[in-house]
């Protein structure tokens, strides 16, 4: 089978660090070397062709590959597909549906051109990270359940060595890692910290990540370390009191994840797709609540016994994932959709 993938979420930049590029390349290393006689060639219509793309319907994404059984979009955007040549859309949240100015003016534009509701119900089948995802698809796009599948991401990256001579924070520190942008409610964080502080807690609120709210930030009195590499990012996770995750929507969440893959224990808003991954094994809090945060991070401090348990429950939870089983319920995928 050969499959044009596309692959505009690898250009290099920032946005290699996102969720999208973090999940297309962990599938693409599990399918080449689970299925070594398929070929995935991934294709770049570059910006001006994308523009060219959403408006005029040229050039298509297959045509830019070299006679492709089936075309893999990882994710929502703007395209066009020769009719007639099968597509499999992968969808990881509608957030972008459910709060638009959340995002920054070309972003918006990006997901207007994409027209997503679109998309997936041209395609031939649309795969979703979680179930949370797949009945926000369905509802939203008005899509037939028969086609819509959940086919869960594996525990965002592995975990390595734990690197010397990183940054030190004697007192601890909770962690946020990803974009500092509206959706991730990096503001309540900052405010559940300061609270926390005024009652007694002495670790440090860092975060590793940039975005469009760090200049809200600065002054804050948190830790902004801006875009780390992947093996400080490691350090950072390992030496974590706890990672915190409190958005207000998240698809599939790999941050927590990744931390429990370290035995670092999580807190996370409590929204549906946390059910899905980690149940009972991650401290839960109403979205944008401080106090609440207040409250969890004081008990992640203090309660050192509940910290090391709710951590060996999260690695316990995250080893159910697989990027192997991700890989193949997605190539059985293409290849119905090829077939």
């Not at 979009?73 to 597909?81: D, F, G, R, T």
């Not at 559940?192 to 930030?217: I, M, Q, S, T, Y």
């Not at 350090?235 to 009191?241: D, K, M, R």
């Given at each position: 089978m050969r499959v044009a993938v596309d692959g505009r979420a690898l250009r290099p930049g920032p946005a290699r660090a996102r969720g999208v590029a973090r999940y297309l390349r962990c599938v693409l290393e599990q399918l080449t070397r689970l299925f070594p006689d398929d070929e995935y060639e991934l294709v770049d219509p570059g910006r001006v062709r994308l523009l060219s793309a959403a408006l005029t319907g040229r050039p298509r994404l297959d045509e830019l590959s070299a006679a492709p059984d089936v075309v893999?979009?990882?994710?929502?955007?703007?395209?066009?597909?020769?009719a007639g040549m099968p597509y499999v859309l992968t969808v990881h949240d509608l957030s972008f549906e459910h709060r638009p100015l959340d995002y920054a003016a070309y972003d918006r534009l990006w997901h207007?051109?994409?027209?997503?509701?679109?998309?997936?119900?041209?395609?031939?089948?649309?795969?979703?990270?979680?179930?949370?995802?797949?009945?926000?698809?369905?509802?939203?796009?008005?899509?037939?359940?028969?086609?819509?599948?959940?086919?869960?991401?594996?525990?965002?990256?592995?975990?390595?060595?734990?690197?010397?001579g990183t940054r030190e924070f004697p007192d601890g520190y909770f962690l946020a890692v990803g974009a500092l942008e509206p959706r991730k409610l990096p503001s309540a964080l900052v405010a559940?910290?300061?609270?926390?502080?005024?009652?007694?807690?002495?670790?440090?609120?860092?975060?590793?990540?940039?975005?469009?709210?760090?200049?809200?930030?600065e002054g804050s009195g948190a830790i902004l370390l801006g875009h780390v590499s992947d093996e400080e990012l490691d350090?950072?996770?390992?030496?974590?009191?706890a990672v915190a995750c409190v958005s207000r929507d998240e698809g599939f969440g790999f941050t927590p994840l990744e931390a429990a893959a370290r035995?670092?224990?999580?807190?996370?808003?409590?929204?549906?797709?946390?059910?899905?991954?980690?149940?009972?094994?991650?401290?839960?809090?109403?979205?944008?609540?401080?106090?609440?945060?207040?409250?969890?991070?004081?008990?992640?401090?203090?309660?050192?016994?509940?910290?090391?348990?709710?951590?060996?429950?999260?690695?316990a939870a995250v080893e159910q994932l697989s990027w192997e089983r991700t890989a193949r319920e997605t190539r059985a995928a293409l290849l119905e959709a090829a077939s």
């Open positions: 893999w979009l990882p994710a929502p955007a703007p395209v066009a597909i020769s207007r051109l994409a027209r997503p509701g679109r998309l997936a119900r041209r395609a031939d089948l649309v795969l979703c990270v979680s179930d949370a995802t797949r009945e926000a698809a369905i509802r939203a796009w008005h899509l037939h359940s028969h086609r819509v599948r959940t086919v869960l991401s594996g525990p965002g990256g592995a975990a390595g060595g734990r690197t010397t559940g910290h300061r609270r926390a502080r005024a009652n007694g807690l002495r670790a440090e609120l860092v975060f590793a990540g940039d975005g469009p709210l760090r200049d809200k930030l350090a950072l996770y390992s030496g974590a009191l035995g670092t224990p999580s807190i996370v808003a409590d929204l549906p797709v946390f059910d899905e991954t980690f149940g009972d094994a991650a401290l839960r809090v109403p979205v944008g609540d401080p106090g609440a945060l207040a409250a969890a991070l004081l008990r992640l401090e203090q309660e050192p016994d509940f910290r090391d348990q709710l951590g060996e429950d999260a690695r």
